[in-house]
């Protein structure tokens, strides 16, 4: 307790400690509660493989999509001043906070089969979004987005623009600086945008099924199986939390542990 | 920005999202008032009987509608609520296993149709038309993906639809919003949704009837209006309002 700042108070140690046990306890308790013994067959299920494998195609293509959309938004926003920018924030960002199956009707009345894209796109070329692998992708990069852009227009405000201003005299043109001095700074806040993006894009539940659906090795990802298993089976149900619980974690610490590592802290 | 403090920022966004996205009735069982649990499909019927009751005993009258599965798990896990009623035997008995629940009364059936959106696109008459459209039908693992299954198995149909629905509402909705081209949905639900599609029977389809179950759970508060909830349901006024909304009798 050798501390120079001094002890660490005890009304930010408790309630921190309660947070914790707020986010551990519900995890414990499943795992706890699931059948154990059971757990090989579940994995071997053809269900579980084919969802799981979905979700992690779609949630890596739409975290893909989500760096080549967002991080120019994200350098818009941070670098750019113009009228209706604070507007323009707001607006990008209020998916995240529509109730999933909202953002899915948003999407359909957009790239619905009678949507306002959805009826020409149909008519051009034959393709619809709904009941597709690619309206996942679309639903995971719609509620994605937002965290992604904020991560990283977070990332570059905190990345200190008189290096830009330097590279410019250095005679760098704006694309340069960007790719030379903006990005490198921001990224490990870039990273950590397309891990929050890729981790929210793995959950989504709510606009998948309302605008997609639910169909095997198409549109059934692995909240879509663990859902529609519930109805019937709570034991295989358990189970499937649990692997997607077990592959969440494992990436993020290992993702964390490549590209996150925080000065001076490495875990 | 760090990693901590980019998720620090996500977890405020995500408990202000999760906040929006909850609103939260509580099944207080206040004095004079009945809580009744229903399955989704019962929802446009159980709040027109809801409505007599409260005319008739001066109660006030609180649902919980959701998945048949979800609702009978809840009463077996001691959820507060005087009438349990489930779209399966099977739910039902998950709450009857727990002994959380008195006699359990039939009190209605429904019968599988299909519907179309009401200009009917695809011109689906039967279910062989269903071959080679975008159709939807409910998930195996719920009550009306399990009666769908059967009726197709009957009719002998290969064809597989693009989506099955976690519930007969969904899937119902998938038509409604002209997603897809057809769907197979109880004969409630087609009467429920009115001008909003159009109806077609399936000959042989009364053969897997689904029945309407009711039961009076172990905590509920006031035996007789309880017992008063389920006469109605048995009563000719109730089966008369069960009759219009497109529900058969037992």
Redesign the interface.
């Known amino acids: 307790m050798r501390d120079p700042l001094g002890r660490p108070p005890a009304l930010l140690m408790v309630p921190a400690a309660g947070a914790v046990l707020l986010l551990v306890v519900p995890l414990v308790a499943m795992v706890a509660a699931t059948d154990l013994p059971g757990l090989p067959a579940q994995l071997r299920s053809e269900p579980l493989r084919e969802a799981l494998w979905l979700s992690v195609l779609t949630s890596t293509v739409a975290v893909l999509f989500c760096l080549v959309l967002g991080l120019p938004l994200a350098w818009v926003l941070a670098r750019l001043e113009f009228r209706g920018r604070t507007l323009l924030r707001a607006l990008v960002t209020v998916p995240l906070v529509l109730p999933p199956v909202v953002a899915g009707v948003a999407l359909r009345t957009a790239f619905g089969r009678t949507g306002v894209i959805g009826e020409p796109l149909l008519e051009l070329t034959g393709f619809a979004f709904p009941f597709t692998t690619w309206g996942v992708v679309l639903a995971h990069v719609f509620v994605s987005l937002p965290f992604v852009v904020i991560s990283i227009e977070g990332a570059f405000r905190s990345a200190d623009p008189d290096y830009d201003a330097a590279a410019a005299t250095l005679g760098a043109s704006r694309w340069t600086s960007f790719r030379r001095v903006t990005v490198p700074l921001a990224l490990p806040g870039i990273a950590a945008g397309m891990i929050l993006g890729w981790a929210r894009s793995l959950g989504e539940f709510g606009a998948t099924i309302t605008f997609n659906g639910n169909y095997p090795g198409v549109t059934q990802t692995m909240p879509n199986l663990i859902y529609v298993t519930r109805q019937s089976d709570q034991d295989a149900a358990l189970a499937l939390s649990l692997v997607m619980l077990v592959v969440s974690v494992a990436v993020l610490l290992a993702l964390r542990d490549r590209w996150l590592g925080t000065p001076g802290a490495r875990t | 920005?760090?990693?901590?403090?980019?998720?620090s920022?996500?977890c405020a966004?995500t408990l202000?999202?999760s906040l929006?996205?909850c609103g939260g009735d509580d099944a207080e069982g206040e004095e004079g008032s009945l809580t009744v649990l229903a399955a989704a499909s019962l929802t446009d019927v159980y709040e027109a009987l809801g409505q007599t009751f409260e005319d008739e005993q001066g109660v006030e009258v609180d649902f919980s509608f959701g998945?048949s599965?979800?609702l009978a798990?809840q009463a077996a896990d001691g959820a507060p609520g005087d009438v349990l009623s489930t779209a399966d035997e099977t739910s039902m008995q998950i709450a009857e296993d727990a002994g959380v629940t008195g006699e359990v009364v039939t009190f209605a059936t429904n019968v599988l149709v299909i519907v179309t959106p009401p200009d009917n696109p695809a011109g689906i008459e039967t279910l062989d038309d269903l071959a080679d459209t975008?159709w939807?039908r409910c998930?195996?693992?719920?009550p009306c993906g399990r009666v769908a299954l059967g009726v197709l198995e009957a009719n002998a149909i290969t064809s597989e639809?693009?989506?099955?629905?976690?519930d007969v509402r969904?899937t119902l909705?998938?038509v409604i919003?002209?997603?897809a081209e057809a769907g197979l949905v109880y004969a409630s639900d087609a009467a429920a949704a009115g001008d909003d599609v159009t109806r077609i029977d399936i000959p042989g389809a009364e053969e897997q009837l689904t029945s309407y179950f009711a039961a009076p759970l172990e905590g509920t508060e006031d035996a007789g209006l309880t017992q008063a909830w389920l006469d109605l349901l048995t009563s000719e006024a109730g089966q008369h309002v069960l009759t219009d909304a497109g529900f058969g009798l037992p």
């Open positions: 920005m760090t990693l901590r403090q980019a998720l920022t996500a966004l202000l999202t929006v996205g998945s599965t979800d798990e975008t939807v998930a195996d693992e719920v639809p693009v989506s099955l629905e976690e969904a909705d998938k919003s002209g997603e």
